[in-house]
């Protein structure tokens, strides 16, 4: 079974330093891993993913995320938050051995104080 | 340039009642999928379908039935609905290239 674990329900960053969201996962084999933003009453959008290749990915909006095979993990990262980051964030897994569907964690508020 | 197109946007429905919530998707997926959000619980699938012509429960399917109504559409059916059932719905639909999923905008329904 694949499962994703977002320790943190809220975290809350000062505008222009830099964030992390964190995100671990476990699956019997190489994950493909995803991070999906939420605004207000709004659906998910896609912001970046990791299937192969070089372990630091780069997506929409500045944002960037570490794959880290060893501890299983694949936190978001920004260098310079801005207020407009602030939302519901998503980290999401799929075995890509087993069916097409994605297991998602509990989510992660981001509030960027101005 | 739609996407996924989910209807309708809220609804109240009282305990026992029944609706269909309507997805449709523009983009020639293959793959469609309904996901309940409830605060704390991130998302939940309920059910998904493969393909055209095929549906498997999620690990939430209990008072649910959906129909693949053909490559673009996909309903989630409430029979009898029930408090419990208040939540966010997302429809989403995928192919086999992308990996990732492509959201409609919700529905949010409440059972009194």
């Known amino acids: 079974a694949q499962s994703v674990a977002q320790p943190e329900d809220q975290v809350n960053v000062a505008e222009g330093n830099p964030l992390t969201v964190k995100c671990t996962y476990s699956v019997s084999g190489n994950p493909y891993l995803f991070w999906y933003v939420q605004y207000p009453n709004r659906g998910l959008q896609f912001l970046l993913k990791?299937?192969?290749?070089?372990?630091l990915v780069k997506g929409s909006y500045g944002f960037e995320a570490e794959f880290n095979k060893s501890q299983t993990s694949f936190h978001l990262k920004k260098p310079s938050a801005l207020v407009s980051d602030s939302a519901l964030y998503f980290c999401a897994v799929r075995d890509p051995r087993g069916a097409r569907q994605l297991t998602f964690g509990s989510g992660t508020q981001l509030t960027v104080l101005p | 340039n739609a996407g996924v197109t989910q209807t309708p946007k809220f609804q109240v429905l009282k305990t026992g009642q029944s609706m269909t919530l309507q997805c449709a998707q523009d983009m020639n997926h293959n793959s469609m999928y309904w996901y309940r959000q409830d605060p704390g619980m991130g998302l939940r699938l309920i059910y998904y379908?493969?393909?055209?012509?095929?549906?498997d429960k999620g690990e939430v399917p209990n008072g649910y039935n959906v129909s693949r109504l053909n490559k673009r559409e996909f309903s989630l059916r409430l029979e009898s609905a029930a408090p419990s059932q208040t939540s966010v719905y997302f429809c989403?639909?995928?192919?086999?290239?992308?990996?990732?999923?492509?959201f409609g905008s919700g529905t949010r329904l409440t059972v009194v």
């Open positions: 379908s493969a393909s055209e012509g095929t549906t």
């Open positions: 989403a639909s995928s192919d086999s290239g992308t990996y990732g999923y492509t």
């Open positions: 990791y299937i192969t290749g070089d372990n």
